[in-house]
């Protein structure tokens, strides 16, 4: 079992990461000409080109951190599995993590308190709440 999993809602396509970047280099190399015509006087070509170059960097920015963010957005966190242990004499309970053979009705360790032999009686996913936060 991995702790990270990676699956197809965080994963980004290479073909995606792929045009991004060749925008951006595209974008880059018109600001590059048009710095170029500038110097040769062709004002008009040197506008437009800084104006491609401008909004292609932009957008290629603009989506790489929009990517970023919904890749964030959409990481999972599991909660962690706890594993529940009652002495059916005194109902003394101890709450501890999940581990590798635990069942339910499997006895466990002997009580602190009686020192009668445990049970254990649950075993699931500890999820907490939300905060809901106010508009």
């Known amino acids: 079992m991995s ?3 990676q699956n197809a ?4 396509s290479t ?16 600001l590059i000409l048009a710095t170029t015509f500038f110097g040769q ?5 040197a506008g437009y080109l800084l104006l491609i170059g401008f909004i292609g960097v932009a957008l290629s920015t603009y989506v790489l951190f929009q990517i970023r963010k919904r890749v964030l957005r959409l990481r999972i966190e599991l909660p962690p599995i ?5 002495c059916r004499k005194c109902g003394f ?6 581990q590798r053979g635990d069942y339910i009705f499997k006895k466990g ?7 009668e032999n445990m049970l254990i009686t649950a075993i699931y996913r500890e999820v907490k709440e939300k905060e809901k936060t106010a508009p």
């Open 3 to 5: 702790k990270t999993p």
């Open 9 to 12: 809602t965080t994963r980004i």
């Open 15 to 30: 073909f995606v990461l792929l045009i991004i970047f060749l925008t951006l280099a595209l974008s880059l190399t018109a």
């Open 41 to 45: 006087d062709n004002k008009i070509i």
């Open 82 to 86: 706890v594993t529940t242990i009652e």
């Open 93 to 98: 309970k101890i709450v501890r993590e999940f």
């Open 109 to 115: 360790e002997l009580c602190q308190k009686c020192n």
